[in-house]
């Protein structure tokens, strides 16, 4: 089964298995694509609640990946219900790839160059510099801001 993303909508993605989305994607589409997931809906379209669990699940992987600030309620919810159907996730959203990478979910890109490895992302103090694991709001050591830093 393949879980859609809203930029399968807004691309017109097409495939003849099936199809499954959530209904907070519907909320971030307009104008064609929303007609899009209307008819896809009213076709047969599987729309899947994924267990609060599993949400958390996939909030963790995104924490340690560093990427769940990057991600949206619907984001998370995408790759957990990808991760429930054990389905194929199609978006080409960076962060959701990394993360479903990190669960061993398959992920199919639209418009873009999928992900090329995972990546579990540095935090770097904009004050002081110093390097953390583990995202804060805040630095530890002087309280300025953190940005997020590609460890390679």
Not at 8 to 36: C, G, M, N
Request: with cysteine; proline share 4%.
């Amino acid at each position: 089964m393949y879980i859609l993303d809203s930029s399968a909508f807004i691309h017109e993605y097409h495939t003849d298995e099936p199809i499954a989305s959530i209904p907070l994607v519907r909320e971030e589409l307009e104008d064609e694509s929303a007609y899009r997931f209307d008819a896809l809906e009213g076709s047969g379209m599987h729309l899947h609640l994924p267990d609060e669990e599993t949400v958390l699940r996939i909030e963790r992987a995104a924490d340690e990946t560093g990427d769940l600030e990057e991600l949206s309620d619907p984001d998370i919810r995408l790759v957990a219900a990808a991760f429930e159907l054990d389905g194929r996730l199609v978006t080409d959203d960076y962060a959701m790839q990394n993360v479903a990478e990190k669960l061993n979910v398959t992920v199919e890109v639209i418009a873009r160059d999928g992900i090329e490895e995972q990546r579990e992302w540095l935090f770097q103090c904009q004050g002081c510099g110093r390097e953390f694991d583990e995202h804060h709001d805040r630095c530890p050591i002087c309280g300025s801001d953190l940005s997020r830093k590609n460890p390679a």
